[in-house]
């Protein structure tokens, strides 16, 4: 692993926003198959020992995730994404609210919009998060959202690591 990497991230109470910016050392197609498909977002994305369980992913413009956090008690965290723009290899964004194991949305929720780019190389995602509230924004940082995603994050530089080698 690489560790001079760019790391960035940044939470803006002001517009209700979260900011990252992340450069992993792996090439673009395998960063965004990290990022787009449930079999790889499930082995990096809930912070250890957490666990993530999809139930269903349809990534397509319109489609969804439905997907757990998975305490190590087997306490259920549900989340539901729905997909609202993809530009294969550069672009996706959707719309992200906590749910109940039903599918019913807690709303407000927020919209994520991620960007890739590489060189050299290297792949930079850059991660936008406007939450339709405050309150929101507060409560996932409560919840302990930049701790949790600093270290999904670790977790996925060192999955990449390993699937750099297997390809």
Known sequence: MTNNLLFDFTVDKATKTVFITREFDAELALVWDAFTKAEILDQWVAPKPWTSKTKFMDFKVGGRRFYAMVSPEGQ??????????????????????????????????????????????????????????????ERMIEMGFTEGFKASMRNLETLLAVLSKRS
């Open 76 to 137: 259920e965290r549900w989340s539901i994404q729905k997909y609202t723009s993809i530009s294969p290899k550069t672009n996706f964004k959707m719309f992200n609210a906590f749910a109940d194991k039903d599918e019913n949305p807690e709303l407000p929720g927020s919209d994520w919009d991620y960007t890739f780019s590489e060189e050299n190389g290297r792949t930079k995602v850059k991660i936008t998060i406007y939450n339709e509230s405050l309150a929101r924004l």
